[in-house]
C-alpha cells in the first residue's frame, strides 16, 4: 500500500471540498441578504430560473455558455426545460438580454432589457456557476460592467460588448 498515493488523494479531497465550499458561499449564501426565496422579489425568482438553466446548458455542453440567446431558449424550448414566457421579464415584459462578459465568452450575464424604476435583474455565469439573481441600478451595472462610473472617476470593470 502507498501511504504517499493516500496521503495526495486526501489532501486533493479537502482542497475540493474547500474549493466548493467558498463556491457555495459565493454563489449561494449571503447573496440573497439572508431572505428566503419565497420573500424575494417575484423577478428575481423567475431570473432564477434561467439561471438554473444556464447552468444546465453549461453542464451539457462542455462549460461553454450560449453565445445568443436565441441559442440558450432554443435549446431549452426543445429539451421540454422551459417555455418561451421563462425568457421574458415579469416587471418590463421584455425579452431577457444575453451579453458576454469580457472578452473569450466563457462570462455571460443574463438581464432584464429595461428592468423598472433604474434598476435591473442580473445573473452572471462562468464556467464555474451561476449567481442568484441580483438587482443592480444602471449606474452599478454600467460601473460594473465597463462603463464610465458615477461622477468621472477611472474606468472600471469588464467591456460590456454587445448584447446579442
Not at 496521503?7 to 467558498?22: E, M, P, V, W, Y
Not at 449564501?29 to 423577478?43: L, M, Q, V, Y
Not at 442580473?122 to 441580483?134: D, K
Request: proline share 5%.
Amino acid at each position: 500500500m502507498n501511504l504517499g498515493r493516500i496521503r495526495a488523494a486526501d489532501q486533493l479531497s479537502a482542497l475540493l471540498a474547500c474549493i466548493s465550499f467558498i463556491l457555495f458561499l459565493f454563489l449561494g449564501a449571503g447573496c440573497g441578504g439572508g431572505a428566503s426565496k419565497g420573500s424575494r422579489d417575484p423577478e428575481a425568482n423567475h431570473l432564477d430560473k434561467v439561471g438554473s438553466l444556464l447552468s444546465e446548458y453549461r453542464s451539457e455542453h462542455k462549460g461553454t455558455a450560449p453565445a445568443k440567446m436565441d441559442d440558450f431558449k432554443k435549446w431549452a424550448i426543445d429539451n421540454g426545460k422551459a417555455q418561451d414566457s421563462d425568457f421574458v421579464s415579469t416587471r418590463d415584459k421584455e425579452s431577457y438580454v444575453l451579453q458576454p462578459i469580457g472578452s473569450g465568452g466563457a462570462n455571460v450575464m443574463v438581464r432584464e432589457a429595461t428592468g423598472k424604476n433604474g434598476s435591473k435583474y442580473v445573473i452572471i455565469s462562468n464556467s464555474q456557476g451561476t449567481a442568484p439573481a441580483e438587482e443592480m441600478s444602471e449606474t452599478r451595472l454600467s460601473y460594473s460592467f465597463g462603463g464610465a462610473p458615477p461622477m468621472g472617476g477611472p474606468q472600471g470593470g469588464f467591456p460590456m460588448g454587445k448584447p446579442k
